[in-house]
């Protein structure tokens, strides 16, 4: 079966520092992966989306970036954090299937930007 | 550009009660529709979706979606909630092709005894 890790769970990090999340997914092959951000009452913006190694898509202007060196390996990173970086990440992957895929998510990273 | 609306933002239920919770989509064309469930301190699980075919879709734990196509909803149903069912819930909407799969904004939901 197909499962999905995210590390660190919690990260604390201050203004002005570099961030790396790492996100690995096991049981699946050419997936699409995902990075979200999940504010409080405000669900989840999609960050980036990647349909192959190197392949990534920008959904929102951010101080963020992700990479995808490896099949089942997703980054996001930040060479300085802002305060408004804040927040709780997720990462998530599907497989595509004649457009009607399901994406399955992560157990996240809480980050804390001081 | 899609969108989804879930009007409720927090729900208040006693055990055994029924639950509704609404969820409505903009978007012109064939949609994908799914419900999430975020349980404390867990992560986002997959609680139903639909494809295509019977438009009463049934999930786990009891809970069921209907979608009215006429009526952009795709809303979320549970005959008698119980106190584990205390979660946020999240309604999102995938269009054909390649777009994005867009979130409400969740209901949270709390059971109380």
């Known amino acids: 079966s197909q499962t999905i890790h995210q590390w660190p769970a919690t990260l604390v990090q201050p203004v002005g520092s570099p961030l790396s999340l790492e996100c690995t997914v096991e049981?699946?092959?050419?997936?699409?992966l995902y990075w979200y951000r999940q504010a409080a009452g405000r669900g989840l913006q999609l960050l980036f989306y990647?349909?192959?190694?190197?392949?990534i898509s920008s959904e929102v202007p951010q101080n963020l970036s992700a990479s995808r060196p490896q099949d089942r390996q997703f980054i996001l990173s930040s060479k300085k954090l802002l305060l408004s970086d804040s927040g709780f990440y997720l990462c998530a992957w599907s497989v595509s299937s004649g457009g009607a895929d399901t994406q399955y998510f992560g157990p996240g990273t809480r980050l804390t930007v001081l | 550009a899609q969108s989804v609306s879930q009007h409720n933002h927090h729900v208040i239920l006693s055990e055994a009660a029924s639950l509704e919770l609404g969820c409505n989509y903009s978007y012109g064309g064939t949609v994908n529709l799914f419900w999430y469930v975020q349980y404390p301190g867990q992560h986002l699980q997959l609680l139903l979706k639909?494809?295509?075919?019977?438009?009463l879709v049934k999930g786990i734990k009891g809970f069921e979606a209907e979608f009215i196509k006429s009526k952009f909803s795709f809303n979320l149903r549970k005959p008698s909630v119980q106190w584990s069912d205390t979660a946020e819930y999240f309604c999102a909407v995938k269009g054909s092709g390649n777009t994005p799969l867009v979130f409400g904004k969740g209901t949270r939901l709390s059971v109380i005894a």
């Open positions: 990647s349909v192959g190694i190197g392949q």
């Open positions: 639909y494809f295509s075919g019977d438009p």
């Open positions: 049981g699946t092959s050419n997936p699409n």
